[in-house]
């Protein structure tokens, strides 16, 4: 899985004949740091939640059921860096801040729920999976 990457302008750019490349296998690949944002606990659900529209920080807290303020707040950070959420400052009384997906980070929410709606949508056939896994492993540790 390699690609060439652009980067506009970045504190790393390349000349156009010094191409960055990504390939998410290699130890050294910027694009692993990504994934593990995007694909934490927290980032995914942070992400499709705000697929749904723009949220204020404990409104999206109380959508992501059971993520800590300081989970949320890393992870919001994490992704804002990443280019996938914005965080925008309402200049309003009482100031507040509202969170929401970039284009890049609707495309990847995007995916995201598709992947959790498949996972949704075979649940049955992952509980029966887990079940028998776990009849088995019951099994090998009685016989040991």
Known sequence: ???????PGG???????????????????GSRRTLEN???K???????ALHEGAYRFN????????????????????????????R?????????????LTPLGARVAERLIDLIELVESELGTV???QSEYDRAAADRNRRK
């Open 59 to 86: 409104a999206l807290r109380r959508r992501v059921d059971g993520v800590s303020e300081k989970m949320l707040s890393q992870t919001l950070q994490a992704l804002e860096r990443d280019g996938l959420v914005r």
């Open 127 to 129: 509980l029966a999976a």
């Open 11 to 29: 504190a790393d750019a390349r000349d156009a004949d010094d191409q960055l490349v990504a390939d998410v296998f290699a130890r050294g690949c």
């Open 42 to 48: 927290w980032g995914i659900l942070a992400l499709s």
């Open 88 to 100: 925008d400052v309402q200049t309003t009384i009482p100031p507040h801040v509202e969170y929401s």
């Open 1 to 7: 899985m390699t690609a060439p990457l652009t980067n």
């Open 38 to 40: 995007i694909a934490g």
